[in-house]
């Protein structure tokens, strides 16, 4: 029988593998973010062709488990782009390239939220697109995307536990050697979990307060 | 007096619906022109070709002699000549009353955020909408009060006319006359108007004509004593049914 206490000197050693999960996720999100963005904003305002073309990237990164993805990017899409990227690269920049699919859609409804009225009207004072766009649609638009972002954030916190199969340092990488290290498994992986916990909790409270902040005086329900 | 906007025989379709069948339209400097019609004779759809907001099938509109359905125009530029105010106020709802107003004059006319501050502070007090309100949020205004700061955003654009599409029809009746004393003000400081409007008071008492559009074109216009010495038996079936709902909001 292994003792528990053998786990406690792994504990810094665990905690040590929030900051490669909050890199993990954190890189995600901000690419995801600008390629999302730039994904609905050709949905909502670009070309018929580019649409069917970005069409097949979102089918792609959302039709494919994240598993083969990585091994996928890892074995071969960037080792044959000659791009020598680590574990955690190739993790941050996989998960980035799907969260955009996904943020590409709350993006999408969330521009197409704002009503046409409001579009016209910057229009009929002169504005051009690249204009209302700017002053108009996405300070609307990214405060109405608050919500279902936090939600995208504990999804990718989640998903980034998958990560550990090119073996990145993240939390469950350092749980699963420790539960081989110390004939443990309940504690080590009740840990883990804890930790996950706390960051999607952290996480989305952070995001809480800022779309509290980013409230419309006056309007009901938030934002809309 | 200079023409401001002459349209000539435009056209548009949705689809199969024809909503424009060769509109055609000419507006002077100073003169304040109300249309009438029936639901669905191509207003709406009429007011927004005359910047473009849709673009015609068909036809020739000049603003200022520009002909701003020329596919070398400036449509940008061109729009700013003409101050739009919807049905439906369309103010960007996540700007004050001030803000709504500033956009405009710092993003597309390049002013001091200072110098915007003031000028919409004087079109502000032009439409009525007191200090009070200045730093409100379209969501914290009445209907009336909505309308009046997007009359006061077109207006600082300092367009050469202005263009309301059934500027009251969202509103009760008690907040119609607020918006309706407010354009017939700028109509009579010379501010060049054209108004599509249900409200019969207003178009005899601000109106230098009236236009009567059916079936997607103008088909006769006049002076508002001219209205009852129509031509056209068209032109008269629809004055009398309009007649019919005479409320002189503004007597
Ligand atoms: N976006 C659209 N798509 C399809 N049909 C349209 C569209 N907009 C208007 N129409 C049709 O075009 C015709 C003219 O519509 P329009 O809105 O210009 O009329 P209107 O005179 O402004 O009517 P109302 O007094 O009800 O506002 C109508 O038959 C309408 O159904
Ligand atoms: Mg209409």
């Given at each position: 029988m292994p003792s528990i206490y053998s786990f406690f000197r792994y504990i810094p050693f665990v905690v040590e593998g929030t900051l490669w999960t909050i890199s993990l996720v954190l890189g995600g999100l901000v690419i995801g973010f600008f390629i999302g963005l730039s994904l609905a904003l050709v949905q909502s305002f670009g070309g018929e062709r580019l649409k069917k073309m970005l069409n097949i990237y979102i089918w792609f990164f959302r039709g494919t488990p994240l598993l083969v993805l990585l091994s996928l990017f890892y074995w071969a899409v960037f080792p044959s782009l000659g791009l020598e990227l680590s574990p955690l690269e190739t993790s941050i920049a996989v998960l980035g390239m799907r969260s955009g699919a996904y943020q590409s859609q709350i993006f999408k409804d969330s521009i197409n939220s704002v009503d046409y009225g409001q579009i016209l009207a910057a229009r009929s004072i002169g504005m051009s697109n690249r204009k209302l766009i700017s002053y108009i649609v996405l300070p609307q638009a990214l405060r109405i995307s608050i919500p279902a972002w936090s939600n995208e954030y504990a999804v990718i916190l989640k998903d980034s536990a998958i990560c550990f199969a090119l073996g990145v340092m993240e939390i469950l990488t350092r749980v699963r050697y420790v539960s081989t290290a110390t004939g443990l498994a309940l504690l080590p992986y009740l840990f883990a979990g804890v930790l996950f916990f706390i960051l999607t909790f952290a996480g989305t409270g952070v995001m809480d307060f800022v779309y509290r902040r980013a409230k419309i005086p006056g309007m009901l329900e938030g934002l809309r | 007096m200079k023409v401001v906007i002459k349209a000539e025989n435009v056209w548009k379709k949705y689809g199969s619906t024809i909503?424009?069948?060769?509109a055609s339209l000419e507006l002077r400097e100073g003169e304040t022109k109300v249309i009438i019609g029936p639901s669905g004779a191509g207003k709406s759809t009429f007011l927004k070709c005359l910047n473009l907001l849709i673009r015609p099938d068909e036809g020739r509109i000049c603003i200022d002699g520009e002909e701003i359905t020329s596919l070398k125009a400036d449509i940008i530029r061109l729009r700013q000549k003409i101050g739009f105010v919807f049905q439906e106020f369309n103010?960007?709802?996540?700007?004050?009353a001030v803000g709504n107003i500033t956009i405009g004059l710092t993003?597309?006319?390049?002013?001091?955020k200072e110098d915007a501050l003031e000028k919409a502070k004087r079109v502000l007090k032009m439409v009525h909408i007191g200090e009070d309100l200045w730093n409100k949020y379209p969501a914290q205004l009445s209907g009336g009060q909505k309308q009046r700061v997007a009359i006061a955003r077109a207006l600082a654009m300092d367009p050469l006319v202005m263009l309301y599409d059934?500027?009251?029809?969202?509103?009760?009746p008690g907040l119609s006359s607020e918006v309706l004393l407010v354009i017939k003000d700028l109509s009579e400081r010379g501010i060049t108007s054209l108004v599509v409007t249900h409200e019969m008071g207003f178009a005899y008492e601000v109106a230098d004509t009236i236009a009567i559009m059916n079936n997607g074109r103008i088909i006769e216009e006049g002076s508002p004593e001219e209205m009852e010495y129509m031509k056209t038996k068209e032109a008269r079936n629809i004055l009398n049914r309009w007649n019919g709902m005479k409320n002189g909001v503004l007597a």
């Open positions: - | 909503a424009l069948r060769g103010l960007f709802h996540h700007l004050t993003k597309v006319k390049g002013m001091s059934e500027p009251t029809s969202a509103l009760d």
